[in-house]
Structures are given as C-alpha cells and as structure tokens.
C-alpha cells in the first residue's frame, strides 16, 4: 500500500520512519519567532512548508499559524537556524529568526517541568526557548514576590512560565525581552509543545 503524507505535509516530503532519529536524519521542531501576530509578518504555513521541503529536509509539518514546523534532516540545528532564517528573509523580505530543537531535547524539557500540579491551565503555562543559554540573568534578579501569583523557573535553555492571571494581564513577560535575556528567545503554550513533541516522535 502506498505511504500516504499527513494533510498538512509539504508535498513530495518523505515520511519518517522511527521516532526521533531516522537513520542518520535527526528530527527537529522549529519554531518561528514572531510570525502571523496581528497584521505583521503574515506567513502562510503552505508557503513555510513548500520552501521547508525546497531545502531539502524531509517530513514537514506544521501546526497551528504560528510557525511551528517538526522535519527530518542530517544537517546540525545551527545550519538549520541560518539555512530557514536565510530563506525566509529571501522569500517574504523580513528578517524571521527561528529556534531549533531535537525530539529528545524537546521531550527533556516536557519531563522538567518544575510547575507539575501548579500550573492547571496549559494555555496559560508557556515555555520561552531560547537560542542559546541566557547571557544575562535578568530574572535571577527579580524578586518573585513582585510577581505573584506568576512563577517562573529557569533552565538550560529554556524558561518556564507560569501566568494563572493570563498572559495579557503579566507583568512577567515584559521582563522576557532578547535585550534583557540576551538572546533570541520565543515562547510555546503547553499545549503547543505536548503537541510538538507528539509530532515529533511521529
């Protein structure tokens, strides 16, 4: 029978076929920074898909509109972040900076969540990746008591959030800019990362 590719696969993409590691292609979700917010840098994620695919890398998939793609390549993460990075500044003419991880990264993250049993809501629990580890510790200085009921929990490369007043209402996240963090930085509800990585094992 005839392998047949998800709805929302680039055309002619190859499927996958062990989790995580497909022979020596690695599966990787990126996550596009600050794309289809309002009316700025609108993205359709047929076009993302296509021009995935046209760099070669296999699998793709998106989820959602906000530019979260999981696809198979042999190529190291930081290729990948100069590679799309590139090709999206070339095709839609602004500059679209990307964070990349592995399936097994991704599932370490899911497997050290500090706020197991806190935070209740996962549309108001998010995850800020970040590019790199954190040059400045802007939150390390933040006394939690000016914050609460919001949390946050710092780890390698990524930082736990938790806002039970909704993120609208944070006074947190004025504090989670790439000037204070001194890195690129881009945030996931639960949701969306659960789901990343249930597409990544794929």
Same mark, same amino acid.
């Given at each position: 029978?005839?392998?047949?590719?998800? @709805?929302? @696969?680039?055309?002619?993409?190859?499927?996958?076929?062990?989790?995580?590691? !497909?022979?020596?292609?690695?599966? $990787?979700?990126?996550?596009?920074?600050?794309?289809?917010?309002? &009316?700025?840098?609108?993205?359709?994620?047929?076009? %993302? &898909?296509?021009?995935?695919?046209?760099?070669? $890398?296999?699998?793709?998939?998106?989820? #959602?509109?906000?530019?979260?793609?999981?696809?198979?390549?042999?190529? =190291?993460?930081?290729?990948?972040?100069?590679?799309?990075? =590139? &090709? *999206?500044?070339?095709?839609?003419?602004?500059?679209?900076?990307?964070?990349?991880?592995? !399936?097994?990264? #991704?599932?370490?993250?899911?497997?050290? /969540?500090?706020?197991?049993?806190?935070?209740?809501?996962?549309? &108001?629990?998010?995850?800020?990746? *970040?590019?790199?580890?954190?040059? =400045?510790?802007? *939150?390390?200085?933040?006394?939690?008591?000016? $914050?609460?009921?919001?949390?946050? !929990?710092?780890?390698?490369?990524? +930082? $736990? #959030?938790?806002?039970?007043?909704? +993120?609208?209402?944070?006074?947190?996240?004025?504090? *989670?800019?790439?000037? /204070? %963090?001194?890195? #690129?930085?881009?945030?996931?509800?639960? /949701?969306?990362? %659960? =789901? %990343?990585?249930?597409?990544?094992?794929?």
């Amino acid at each position: 029978m005839a392998e047949r590719s998800p @709805a929302n @696969a680039a055309p002619g993409s190859r499927s996958g076929r062990r989790a995580g590691h !497909h022979g020596a292609v690695t599966t $990787y979700v990126v996550l596009l920074r600050g794309v289809n917010l309002g &009316r700025n840098r609108r993205l359709a994620m047929a076009d %993302l &898909r296509g021009w995935l695919a046209d760099l070669g $890398y296999e699998n793709v998939r998106t989820h #959602l509109q906000s530019g979260n793609a999981v696809l198979g390549s042999g190529k =190291k993460a930081a290729e990948l972040q100069r590679e799309i990075g =590139k &090709r *999206l500044e070339e095709e839609t003419g602004a500059s679209i900076r990307c964070v990349v991880r592995t !399936h097994d990264e #991704l599932q370490r993250v899911v497997d050290g /969540n500090p706020f197991e049993g806190v935070a209740t809501d996962p549309a &108001r629990f998010l995850v800020a990746f *970040l590019a790199e580890p954190a040059k =400045k510790a802007r *939150l390390a200085t933040l006394d939690p008591a000016e $914050y609460e009921p919001e949390r946050w !929990h710092i780890g390698p490369r990524e +930082i $736990y #959030l938790w806002h039970p007043g909704g +993120i609208n209402n944070s006074k947190l996240t004025n504090e *989670l800019t790439d000037r /204070n %963090l001194g890195v #690129l930085a881009t945030a996931r509800n639960w /949701n969306t990362v %659960l =789901k %990343l990585l249930a597409m990544s094992a794929d």
